[in-house]
């Protein structure tokens, strides 16, 4: 592999002036030959790199006067490699939970290439949606054992290492995303705090249930250091979204497997929100603290049109309901919302993002593109439900409810932001729900713990 990458070095300096860029190159090329190497390998592969790359995604590479998009060339890569993987098994493509829905969405996103306002956009989102399904269907064939499935598990551990040292970097320097009243919001390396907050809300579901399925062991301590590390990343990302996500999560999860706890701890929150301005004041007059200079509760309770973006989304999404009407069965074509939005405000300074997947896709794909992807989202929702009761009186059964924890959390989430073009969470959700679909294929009621 040394050689390799010496060599393609070589190769790529004689057409780039940038040395850099030279061994970026190379070690692209090393990537591609890696990813083809061994299937599943290169699954782990792609899951775990592809987080630390995303703060590059909108990023390009010169080779002479030829331009290169790094997360374009990232999602053609993997589309080639899933294609070639899925060549080899794709007599039983078929019969993969949510198959068809994924096509119907795919074709309908193909199709708005004829009458969209933005054909770059339609692209970039058509090949983000292609490698999506491709990970999901390669993930259902490679991860198909204890061992495989425990591998996966690894792979999304190690792929947090890079962007948690980034946000501790952030965190210690100072040097996170800042924007008007909020500064200092950590993002690793990923391309905003927003996406990292949702991914973390993944992670901390998917490997929180794994760990509670093992038991108790000797890392036990090192994996409850490493979630309070977590956590502690979530809520300095001061993405409302994630939290709302997360504590949906939990509330699935709590309600399942401790409905009397959970439902005393929700009547405790609720006299602590609801007396929070009182205690707020005797803080004040008392101890001379104010509880709401707090960066975290500052977040979840200022109202400034800067710091609190709810109203300005509710803005956007009452202007642009009245576009989906212009165009309510088809819509302006898949990734043209953007495009959409800006002719309807002609403002520099004016938000441009749906922060909403479901307006956004109403607006991009109509009401047939709208109407596939709930029937998607339910049919998951069903996989996920009837995965759960396969596996009763087995531990991987806490594995699913974590899974259908965030699966409601990211419902909920996809109301406030723009999940389905957040490349890392998407690959590694619908990876996590291939391999947890495919869990009553070989878990036993006898089977060892995780």
Known sequence: MTVVVFLSTAVF?????????????????????????????????????????????????????????????????????????????????????????????LGISAASLLWTQSLTSSVYELIRLVSIIGIYLVACAVITTREQFTRFIHTLILSLVIPVVFGLYQIATHTGFSFFDLSNRVYGTF????????????????????????????????????????????????????????????????FARVPKRVLVVLILGSIISLSAPILNRWALTTLGVDVGKVPVISRLMQSNNEANSIDWRFGVWHEMTAKFRERPLL?????????????????????????????????????????????????????????YHALAGSSYQLIVLGMLGFFAGFLAMSFFDNLLQGTPVMWAMWASLAAVFNLPGWVHLDSKKP
Not at 351 to 356: C, I, K, L
Request: hydrophobic share 55%.
């Open 13 to 105: 300096a004689l057409f780039s002036k940038n040395m850099i860029t030279a061994l970026a190159l190379a070690l692209f090329v090393c990537f591609t030959v890696a990813l083809f190497a061994y299937e599943e390998f290169g699954l782990y592969l792609l899951l775990a790199l592809r987080p630390m790359m995303d703060i590059f995604g909108d990023r390009t590479i010169l080779i002479g006067s030829t331009s290169f998009n790094i997360a374009a060339a990232t999602g053609v890569l993997a589309i080639g490699w899933c294609a070639f993987v899925l060549m080899q098994k794709r007599s039983w493509l078929s019969n993969k939970p949510v198959f068809w829905s994924f096509v119907a969405l």
């Open 191 to 254: 391309g905003h705090p927003n996406v990292f907050g949702f991914y973390l809300v993944l992670m901390i579901s998917i490997m929180g249930s794994f760990a509670i399925a093992k038991g108790k062991n000797r890392t036990s301590g090192i994996a409850a250091v490493g979630f309070l590390l977590l956590a502690a990343m979530l809520a300095l990302t001061y993405t409302r979204g994630a939290w709302l996500g997360m504590l949906v999560a939990l509330l699935v999860v709590g």
């Open 331 to 387: 819509g302006y074509g898949l990734g043209s919302f953007t495009k959409v939005r800006e002719l309807q405000v002609n403002d520099h300074y004016a938000s441009t993002e749906a922060h909403n997947d479901y307006l956004r896709l109403a607006v991009e794909t109509g009401i047939v593109g709208l109407g596939i992807y709930v029937l998607l989202l339910f049919l998951v929702a069903r996989a996920l439900i009837r995965t």
